[in-house]
């Protein structure tokens, strides 16, 4: 088991409980407590570039800390408290602390100290700070020390720490006040206030981060109001500008819109494009834009936005491999994996902030550009990119396909990348049938089918920019000559399903997981084999009550409460149920979302990354897995794409049609998508049983019903 920053882990500290605050704004974001303070050790901190630059906040008013009474959210990435000085006479105190902290680019502070005394108080409001700059896999870890080169520089109204430890960019943590404070010592500053009877004071305090020079100032200033509403602003015109849901399933309409919630905190704003936004894939550990996930999640998210999609493809196709470079796994043509900023990852990647080891983001990219120009009839992006297109599917077929016999394989290129380099990269994440866990080369069922994908989306690109031969069918052939070698290499009447993978000598890995509802999703696998895999995937050994576990329960390898051995990944499940309508097989489907559905409620509407795989006859309740990010992207995004899979709806602009084959399950009753974005236009559809309506399509644009 490799120890790398940027391995998917199974081991980490436990967020996301109600004991933590978390806030969040692009790439930046808080873990605390519910008061706000920092320093209680484990996860807390503020963290900017994948890197904790604030380990320590404390406010005190004469030696006391302060008791929350009430916290108010923001948006994502603010919270109003109101609080106490916790005395022994906490009750009956004179004075209210009112708190207003805000995440972007850093921290802002602004507290209020009112008095509701009849005399004159004399305080001492004292604020402890520290930074400890740990990267955030080490905190992840358990494992974060301070680092070496560590200085601090104490002016009249701020504080700047710094790191100079040689591994990477030159860090300072930025700590400004205003007022200035009484006295300024390295780890704190103070304020002597004088508070007439029935008056208030107000201090501030605001934390930006400066890199290599560059000061990175935070979003909002203290004493400039005008910011915040402009943060603000921007969340509220996302929620506005994306498609609505409605029905009278209160879990689904309320997964929905907390989906549409959560993926509007994970968007970050490229600074060098101004127009191009993409969705970082979770927080806490992951606030950085991922291959796969930000695919997969872009994909699923089209049917409420299509802004996330276009930023992903352009974002991904700048940073597509142009060489070979040993250390970070980058290849010519192929898609990242992930970008870090963190110091410790750019020492071990040479310098570079992307490492490539991934096998499945390639295939995703070519799919995701001919779902993206059926959405939004969008030619001139699909021209922009049509190249790293090429040079993606160029790719699968020799780094992808090394031994040459028709299918996509990985084999890390070093011993410090990651092991695994399909979703489920965990070090034990692919298993035999008896257990043991297998070692790659391998070759991924569900990253054959994410091929066969490519193929058929570059086939659908070509007809559509009228490419001149038979460069259409040709693709297409190619597609179904991979469905048919697939096939014969993958189908195991055995398990009523398709092994997981094959090995190094081309052996079957003969395990029963969810990975096989991939090959339902993107239609590698023949009409004849999907009632089998629909059988088993709703089964009691794949199907927990609340979702689809990752490994069935029979295979000696499974543990619930394991990163990618028998826990529940909700977009896993969304993928296999959207695959299950395809095929039409609704009554497996409907099993796998009514428990994906019950987890959500369970939750308060917003799905985790995963969750345990424990039955849901023997717990009433989903068990949280402690190192699962909360809110996730695709985690996020999953009720949408089970919304799409209900409609049926399937566009394609470029030709003039839109299809609609509705499966909505009686539990759910009535659907209403509202707004759903169409290339430049917008439409409703709702659905009532038999009945379905559909309005707002463009003119020229035809609805297709079976």
């Not at 501030?204 to 203290?222: I, K, S, T």
């Not at 849901?616 to 089970?642: D, I, K, N």
Request: with cysteine; net charge negative.
């Amino acid at each position: 088991m490799s120890d790398t920053p940027w391995t998917s882990s199974s081991t980490g500290s436990p967020v996301g409980s109600v004991d933590h605050l978390t806030l969040v704004d692009g790439g930046s974001f808080l873990v605390g407590s519910r008061s706000g303070e920092l320093g209680s050790g484990g996860v807390e901190g503020l963290f900017v570039f994948d890197t904790r630059v604030l380990s320590r906040w404390r406010l005190e008013i004469d030696g006391a800390p302060l008791t929350t009474l009430q916290s108010v959210p923001q948006g994502p990435f603010g919270v109003m408290m109101v609080a106490q000085p916790r005395t022994a006479t906490t009750h009956d105190s004179p004075l209210l602390v009112l708190r207003s902290y805000h995440v972007g680019r850093g921290l802002h502070d602004d507290i209020v100290i009112r008095s509701h005394a009849d005399a004159l108080m004399h305080l001492t409001v004292r604020l402890a700070f520290d930074a400890d700059f740990a990267s955030l896999f080490d905190v992840k870890g358990g494992v974060a020390n301070e680092p070496a080169g560590n200085t601090r520089q104490i002016h009249p109204d701020r504080v700047e720490l710094a790191l100079h430890d040689g591994a990477g960019p030159q860090l300072c943590t930025v700590v400004r006040f205003v007022p200035a404070p009484s006295h300024v010592g390295d780890d704190y500053v103070s304020w002597d206030v004088e508070l007439a009877p029935r008056s208030e004071v107000k201090l501030c305090a605001e934390v930006g981060v400066e890199v290599d020079g560059v000061r990175l100032e935070p979003a909002v200033r203290c004493g400039d109001p005008s910011l915040l509403s402009a943060q603000l602003d921007r969340y509220a015109q996302w929620s506005e500008s994306t498609a609505r849901f409605r029905s009278p399933d209160t879990r689904l309409a309320g997964a929905a819109g907390q989906a549409i919630d959560d993926l509007g905190t994970l968007r970050i704003f490229d600074p060098l494009h101004a127009d191009r936004v993409v969705v970082a894939a979770g927080a806490p550990w992951f606030m950085t834009l991922f291959g796969r996930d930000s695919i997969l999640t872009a994909w699923m998210a089209l049917v409420a936005d299509h802004e996330l999609a276009a930023g992903v493809l352009r974002s991904l196709a700048d940073l597509q491999g142009t060489k070979e470079v040993l250390a970070t796994e980058e290849e010519p043509g192929r898609i990242l994996h992930e970008v870090r900023y963190d110091h410790r990852s750019l020492g071990l990647l040479g310098g570079s902030n992307v490492y490539y080891g991934t096998i499945d983001a390639t295939p995703l990219f070519v799919m995701l550009a001919a779902e993206y120009l059926r959405w939004s009839d969008d030619r001139a992006l699909v021209a922009e990119i049509l190249p790293a297109v090429d040079r993606a599917l160029d790719w699968m077929a020799s780094y992808g396909d090394r031994d040459g016999d028709g299918f996509i394989e990985y084999l890390r290129a070093h011993d410090g990348g990651l092991a695994n380099q399909g979703w489920k990269d965990s070090w034990d994440g692919i298993r035999y049938g008896n257990g043991q866990v297998a070692e790659a080369p391998i070759a991924l069922c569900e990253v054959q089918a994410y091929a066969y994908g490519a193929y058929q989306a570059r086939a659908y690109l070509a007809q559509v920019l009228e490419e001149p031969g038979d460069a259409a069918d040709r693709w297409r052939q190619r597609a179904a000559d991979l469905a048919t070698a697939f096939d014969a290499a993958f189908w195991s009447d055995r398990l009523g399903t398709y092994c997981v993978g094959l090995d190094g000598d081309k052996r079957p890995i003969d395990s029963s997981t969810s990975n096989a509802g991939h090959c339902l999703w993107t239609g590698i696998a023949f009409p004849g084999r999907a009632a089998k895999v629909a059988r088993t995937l709703a089964d009691g050994r794949l199907s927990s009550g609340w979702g689809l576990r990752t490994l069935a329960d029979d295979n000696p390898g499974y543990n619930p409460l394991s990163y990618h051995c028998g826990s529940v990944w909700p977009h896993d499940t969304a993928l296999a149920v959207a695959g299950l309508r395809r095929y039409g097989h609704h009554r497996e489907a409907d099993v796998l979302q009514d428990g994906l559905l019950a987890a959500a409620a369970a939750f308060d509407g917003r799905l985790p990354e995963l969750f345990a795989g424990l039955a849901r006859a023997e717990m009433p309740r989903p068990v949280v897995y402690p190192a699962s990010c909360s809110p996730q992207a695709w985690a996020a995004a999953a009720p949408l794409l089970m919304i799409r899979a209900m409609l049926g709806l399937d566009p394609d602009l470029p030709n003039g049609t839109v299809a609609m084959n509705p499966a909505v399950p009686a539990e759910t009753g009535s659907l209403a998508a509202l707004g759903v974005p169409l290339g430049g236009s917008r439409i409703d559809v709702r659905v009532d049983g038999a009945a379905l309506s559909v309005t707002g399509l463009p003119p020229d644009v035809e609805l297709r019903q079976p």
